[in-house]
T-cell receptor, first 114, second 112 residues
Framework: SQTIHQWPATLVQPVGSPLSLECTVE??????LYWYRQAAGRGLQLLFY??????ISSEVPQNLSASRPQDRQFILSSKKLLLSDSGFYLC?????????????FGQGTRLTVV | GENVEQHPSTLSVQEGDSAVIKCTYS??????FPWYKQELGKRPQLIID?????GEKKDQRIAVTLNKTAKHFSLHITETQPEDSAVYFC???????????FGQGTRLTINP
């Protein structure tokens, strides 16, 4: 069966520090991968998605970047965090060979920028 | 691109009553509409979904209806229970889009 791992679960970082959140998927090949952000009391905002190694689509302009160095690994990064980067970050995957996009989420990373 | 609007943002109902959450979408090509439930501090999980070739789908106390002409779909929860308290998200997608667009979420509270 497929599983998704996301870490760390919580993170407190000072303003201006770098960020690296990692997500890996097991049990499937060539998954579609996603990074979502959920600000307090807000909806799920799609930040990046990837349909293959090295292929990254950015949905909103921001202080963050994403990379997919391996088929089942998706990384969210920042060179210098802003206070507004605080939120709940969710990685997700979906099967690439389906006509519809059911997403399976990781457990999330709660990032607090201080 | 697709835009999904969800209402209400908060909903409070008495235990045993019904709850209805509504969503509208903008892209008439969208053909897949899932609903996710997110309990406090946890990941969103799929609870029910509907595709555009049907108008209604039911799973025990949960049902979803779709009106393609009006471009809206709704989640109906009957005989609500305290464990139904959570944030619910609707979403829309279309074949080949490879991504889901979510609504803003509804915080549902079931009062005992």
């Amino acid at each position: 069966s497929q599983t998704i791992h996301q870490w760390p679960a919580t993170l407190v970082q000072p303003v201006g520090s770098p960020l690296s959140l990692e997500c890996t998927v097991e049990g499937t090949s060539n998954p579609n991968l996603y990074w979502y952000r959920q600000a307090a009391g807000r909806g799920l905002q799609l930040l990046f998605y990837s349909v293959g190694i090295g292929q990254i689509s950015s949905e909103v302009p921001q202080n963050l970047s994403a990379s997919r160095p391996q088929d089942r690994q998706f990384i969210l990064s920042s060179k210098k965090l802003l206070l507004s980067d605080s939120g709940f970050y969710l990685c997700a995957w979906s099967a690439p060979d389906r006509s519809y996009t059911e997403a399976f989420f990781g457990q999330g990373t709660r990032l607090t920028v201080v | 691109g697709e835009n999904v609007e969800q209402h209400p943002s908060t909903l409070s109902v008495q235990e045993g009553d019904s709850a209805v959450i509504k969503c509208t979408y903008s892209d008439s090509a969208s053909n897949y509409f899932p609903w996710y439930k997110q309990e406090l501090g946890k990941r969103p999980q799929l609870i029910i979904d509907i595709r555009s070739n049907v108008g209604e789908k039911k799973d025990q106390r949960i049902a979803v209806t779709l009106n393609k002409t009006a471009k809206h779909f709704s989640l109906h929860i009957t005989e609500t229970q305290p464990e139904d308290s959570a944030v619910y998200f609707c979403a829309a997608s279309k074949e080949g889009a490879q991504k889901l667009v979510f609504g803003q979420g509804t915080r549902l509270t079931i009062n005992p």
